[in-house]
């Protein structure tokens, strides 16, 4: 079975899950710079992702930057960059296009559901994605709609930490509007991004 884990950074009760054989595990940002026990969560990460544009990545503290240029497996960026020698393009036109055309991405955890199932990943963990601030409202009802096109898909979804992608309130299919973006390639500011928020 194809199994992917995606690591999110919120803290956890639960004990980090271990990582199966041949299993991927998915990290993105900069949560794997820091103090504490998340970066710890990454351990054996197989795929790394940072869906901001460049100038934005260079303007993180905490040496990410950095990191990013010294990693030799796949790290996900909208376009490869020459710094960054294991850089590859997210396949942004094949993904959109195999959901026809979609735009309701809102988080960079949209992004990589997306891509887990339009490479036929059996069974997807999410793990660290809690999302119970204020600051990630915005996030939940699009990524209830990238779990439920997975389930729709025969995938599983387990959630193996506490979460508002299984607590929250579901909620129809999202209709956007023109002037709603999409995270990370278009924008990052949360007010340009669908929401029940900002709708």
């Not at 990454?42 to 993180?60: C, K």
């Not at 930490?161 to 299984?166: K, M, P, V």
């Amino acid at each position: 079975m194809r199994i992917v884990q995606i690591m999110g950074g919120a803290p956890a009760n639960e004990p980090t899950p271990s990582l199966p054989e041949g299993a991927e595990r998915w990290g993105l940002n900069n949560l794997i710079i820091g103090r504490g026990a998340v970066p710890l969560r990454f351990e054996g990460w197989t795929r790394w992702f940072d869906l901001h544009h460049i100038p934005h990545i260079q303007e993180r503290k905490n040496s990410m930057y950095s990191w990013l240029c010294e990693q030799t497996k796949p790290v996900y960026l909208w376009a490869p960059w020459p710094e960054i020698p294991a850089s590859i393009a997210y396949p942004l036109t094949e993904v959109q296009r195999h959901f026809n055309g979609e735009r309701l991405f809102s988080s960079s955890l949209d992004w990589m559901l997306a891509l887990a199932i339009y490479e036929k990943f059996e069974q997807i963990d999410l793990y660290g994605w809690r999302m119970g601030s204020s600051l990630y409202t915005h996030q939940i009802s699009s990524g209830q709609f990238w779990v439920d096109q997975a389930r729709e898909a025969g995938i599983v979804v387990n959630s193996l930490s506490h979460s508002a992608l299984t607590t929250a309130p579901r909620q129809p299919k999202p209709i956007l509007k023109p002037h709603h973006r999409m995270y990370g390639i278009e924008t990052v500011d949360r007010a340009l991004l669908y929401s029940a928020k900002f709708r």
